[in-house]
């Protein structure tokens, strides 16, 4: 029982944190998304594609958060855009006042859109609101079709689901099909892309989605 009101309490904060963030996105008409998934999944790809595509259309600010080393952002870092590292040391899951300290570095930038990508992890992050505007999550085709079933409440909390590595679908046992069955029976109303990366398949049809929720 003292462990579930620990939780709660620690929660409780964590949303207090999170609903002063999305005010200050509000303020500033700043899209913010929070990009989960397993680790490998293909985040900072999908990240990077991203920023190629739409730099020249929107500005676009990052956080990257890892358990260990900047090599995330030193990747993002190349695009010469702003971008913003947290390393959570062991911790499994950003949460809300790490994002409020990385964002005091980026307050002062121009920003339409905030893309915060989370420790690879489909189990923890799912319950931490970081004052985003949506969740995205990503699945890639090497990890099976499964994973909607193993981990709903990542699926549940999300906005949109992001199929990646689709190009690698004749070399591994995963059905298209069945991942977007699995993933709409969480939840009817995910936005789903399919996407690879490597190809630039489906990319389009994701910064078109982006560029819909732009605040200004």
Not at 178 to 206: Q, Y
Request: glycine fraction near 4%; proline fraction near 3%.
């Amino acid at each position: 029982m003292s462990v579930i009101t620990v939780e709660r309490k620690i929660l409780e904060k964590n949303d207090a944190i999170a609903n002063e963030i999305r005010h200050s996105f509000q303020e500033k008409n700043i899209f913010s998304i929070n990009l989960v998934s397993s680790p490998g999944s293909g985040k900072t790809s999908l990240v990077e594609q991203t920023i190629n595509l739409a730099k020249d259309k929107f500005n676009i600010a990052v956080i990257e958060g890892d358990v260990q080393t900047s090599l995330d952002a030193e990747r993002i870092g190349v695009f010469n855009i702003p971008v913003v590292q947290i390393i959570t040391n062991g911790s499994c899951h950003l949460e809300a006042n790490l994002v409020k300290d990385a964002y005091k570095q980026l307050e002062e930038k121009e920003i339409d859109l905030l893309v915060i990508e989370n420790v690879g992890n489909l189990v923890c992050p799912a319950g931490y609101d970081l004052g985003e505007d949506l969740k995205v999550v990503i699945v890639s085709t090497t990890e099976g079709d499964d994973k909607p079933l193993k981990y709903p409440a990542m699926f549940r909390n999300a906005s949109a689901l992001v199929i990646n590595k689709i190009d690698l679908l004749p070399y591994v046992k995963c059905s298209l099909e069945t991942l977007r069955k699995n993933a709409l029976s969480i939840n009817p109303n995910l936005k789903i892309f399919e996407i690879s990366c490597t190809k630039d398949t489906g990319l389009n049809e994701w910064i078109e989605w982006l560029q819909s929720h732009l605040k200004k």
